[in-house]
């Protein structure tokens, strides 16, 4: 069975940074696409990244600049460095394994459990 354990959440000030790290698996990683979403309260599931098995990346227009997702396949694990921080990038963040299509990253149904980020004073 896939699984995908999320780690590196946690609370942190306005500007701030914060790694996330998910590790799969089965040392899969080097052929799927990889995604980081994230979901707040009343809201829903956003892609905030996506990762190509070649290394392709797209992002939300919310965290472009801001956000980088990066992938070692020799590790089986991908990762979400997020600096500059704002109170709204608060959500519960996922891992999961995806295609990356022309028009664009689309989702499978295997999910990390999410990691809780809140940014906060």
């Known amino acids: 069975q896939v699984q995908l354990v999320e780690s590196g959440g946690g609370l942190v000030q306005p500007g701030g940074s914060l790694r996330l790290s998910c590790a799969v698996s089965?040392?899969?990683?080097?052929?799927?696409?990889m995604g980081w979403y994230r979901q707040a309260p009343g809201k829903e599931r956003e892609l905030v990244a996506g990762i190509s098995s070649s290394g392709r990346t797209t992002y939300a227009d919310s965290v472009k600049g801001r956000f980088t997702i990066s992938r070692d396949n020799a590790k089986s694990a991908v990762y979400l460095q997020m600096h500059s921080l704002k109170p709204e990038d608060t959500a519960v963040y996922y891992c999961n394994l995806g295609q990356f299509l022309s028009f664009g990253y689309r989702p499978t149904d295997f999910w990390g459990q999410g990691t809780q980020v809140t940014v906060s004073s």
């Open positions: 089965g040392s899969i990683v080097s052929i799927h696409a």
